[in-house]
T-cell receptor, first 116, second 110 residues
Framework: EAGVAQSPRYKIIEKRQSVAFWCNPI?????LYWYQQILGQGPKLLIQ????????DSQLPKDRFSAERLKGVDSTLKIQPAKLEDSAVYLC??????????????FGPGTRLTVT | QKEVEQNSGPLSVPEGAIASLNCTYSDRGSQSFFWYRQYSGKSPELIMF????GDKEDGRFTAQLNKASQYVSLLIRDSQPSDSATYLCAGTDSSYKLIFGSGTRLLVRP
């Protein structure tokens, strides 16, 4: 079974520029997540999709971040304009549902973003 | 604010010893808990999940959950240098969103 795919793996941009990340989840996984992981911290959820609908985007800085999952499969996360504090690893995850109602999440390799 | 707390470490143990990693959580509504391993420069990898009080064993790993004390732990038996990594604890909130701790760095000395 193929894992979660992400691209690019690395990106360096200047502040105020824009950037986009792509994610393709594990086949059949309806739920897709975007996380931001700053060095030394745990992943922080930015947005969660169920199929092509948004379940939770409460921690997404909507003035500069946007995400879409138009056909319920792959997804794009965009930052415009980028700030220095956006330097982080952006992780995409997808999940299947466990018997207890919770979700077992699998992560992609991540995109390391450096904003200079 | 719902939080998951972990000691950042590093926790240093000799090869062959038992490593004990601990995690506390603030949300009494949390139902399920997950342990992820993250090697430097890599993404988190799911090791185990637990949602019932007590112990759950999988190979060299044992997860323990005590909901009354709001405490989760991960034991690694016969620790190997390849186990050296950061271990992330995560709990679900009422909407099954994962709340991660900041991780504990484990060093296994040969």
């Amino acid at each position: 079974e193929a894992g979660v795919a992400q691209s690019p793996r690395y990106k360096i941009i200047e502040k105020r520029q824009s950037v986009a990340f792509w994610c393709n989840p594990i086949s059949g996984h309806a739920t897709l997540y975007w996380y931001q992981q700053i060095l030394g911290q745990g992943p922080k959820l930015l947005i969660q999709f169920q199929n092509n609908g948004v379940v939770d985007d409460s921690q997404l800085p909507k003035d500069r971040f946007s995400a879409e999952r138009l056909k319920g499969v792959d997804s794009t996360l965009k930052i415009q304009p980028a700030k220095l504090e956006d330097s982080a690893v952006y992780l995409c995850a997808s999940s299947s549902r466990l018997a207890g109602g919770s979700y077992e999440q699998y992560f992609g390799p991540g995109t390391r973003l450096t904003v200079t | 604010q719902k939080e998951v707390e972990q000691n950042s470490g590093p926790l240093s143990v000799p090869e062959g010893a038992i490593a004990s990693l601990n995690c506390t959580y603030s949300d009494r509504g949390s139902q399920s808990f997950f342990w992820y391993r993250q090697y430097s420069g890599k993404s988190p990898e799911l090791i185990m999940f637990i949602y019932s009080n007590g112990d759950k064993e999988d190979g060299r790993f044992t997860a323990q959950l005590n909901k009354a004390s709001q405490y989760v732990s991960l034991l690694i038996r016969d620790s190997q240098p390849s186990d050296s990594a950061t271990y992330l604890c995560a709990g679900t909130d009422s909407s099954y969103k994962l709340i991660f701790g900041s991780g504990t760095r484990l060093l296994v000395r040969p």
